[in-house]
């Protein structure tokens, strides 16, 4: 026959989790406790400061790490390349602007330059030989001009007179037209010798005129490459420092070629 058991009121498993529950209770009061305004810190008066609390704008400093620069620098490039062949200043020196940093050396170049120098002396002599010819060619054109005119006016009185007398019947008819045909040829003659005297002068004037244009871009060709020479000594192009200079003598530099940098200490920056 069975028989009703009584269930126990507390049983372990209960009692267990109650205690649980208890000690989590307990841990949560200790550490308000503890973090509550109970809790004190003690401080030296000496380290304590009082100001008066005012509006103004926040003011704070943070160390920071940085290398400091001048504001300008000018990079030197190598604008012709060439043979380092002399140093006229060391690496920190203080430049003044077109003071000589360095010398390059370049045959090439100083060969090119005295073969240019070579032709416009050439060309420039042979214009002065075609300028003269051409004035002696206008001193004989004009020298026959004038013996025209002089045979001319000389045929136009003998015409003139051979036609009085032939209408006269003092000289034949041949001997008119003699004078006739020579007082002609004359006047054709210096219309002629006219035309070629305008012509000869207009021909020497466009020769001298090519002459002279092509003098003159034969020297701006020189100029240039006395600069290109020129530029062979490299010169600080503004007052400063020169710093970070890369060229020893006897090292070969191409164009374009970094050498060193001057910079400007009126200003820094980091």
Same mark, same amino acid.
């Given at each position: ?111 090119? =330059?005295?073969?240019?120098?070579? *032709?416009?002396?050439?060309? #420039?002599? !042979?214009?002065?030989? &075609?300028?003269?010819? /051409? $004035? ?60 070629? =005297?305008?012509?000869?002068?207009? *021909?020497?004037?466009?020769? #001298?005129? !090519?002459?002279?244009? &092509?003098?003159?871009? /034969? $020297? ?51």
């Amino acid at each position: 026959m069975d028989r009703v058991i009584q269930k126990k009121r507390w049983s372990k498993k209960r009692l267990l989790t109650i205690g649980i529950v208890a000690g989590i209770v307990a841990l949560i009061a200790l550490s308000f406790y503890f973090t509550s305004g109970n809790s004190k810190l003690n401080v030296d008066t000496e380290r304590i400061t009082i100001s008066e609390v005012i509006k103004g704008p926040y003011k704070d400093a943070i160390p920071v790490n940085g290398i400091v620069l001048p504001v300008t620098s000018i990079y030197l490039d190598a604008t012709e390349g060439g043979r380092v062949e002399y140093k006229y200043v060391e690496d920190g020196a203080m430049m003044t602007k077109g003071q000589p940093i360095l010398k390059l050396s370049n045959t090439n170049l100083q060969l090119s =330059l005295v073969n240019q120098e070579t *032709s416009v002396y050439n060309l #420039l002599t !042979q214009m002065q030989i &075609s300028r003269n010819a /051409s $004035q002696q060619n206008t001193v004989n054109k004009l020298n026959q001009m004038t013996d025209v005119e002089s045979q001319l006016t000389e045929a136009e009185r003998l015409y003139k007179l051979n036609k009085s007398l032939y209408e006269q019947k003092a000289i034949g008819l041949q001997e008119f037209k003699t004078s006739e045909n020579n007082y002609n040829y004359l006047l054709r003659k210096k219309q002629l010798t006219r035309q070629i =005297l305008e012509q000869d002068s207009l *021909s020497t004037k466009q020769q #001298l005129q !090519q002459a002279s244009q &092509s003098y003159s871009g /034969s $020297q701006n060709a020189l100029n240039v490459m006395r600069k290109k020479v020129g530029d062979l000594i490299v010169r600080a192009p503004i007052d400063g420092q020169l710093t970070s200079l890369d060229a020893e003598v006897g090292q070969t530099k191409r164009e374009g070629d970094r050498l060193g940098q001057i910079d400007v200490l009126s200003g820094f920056k980091v």
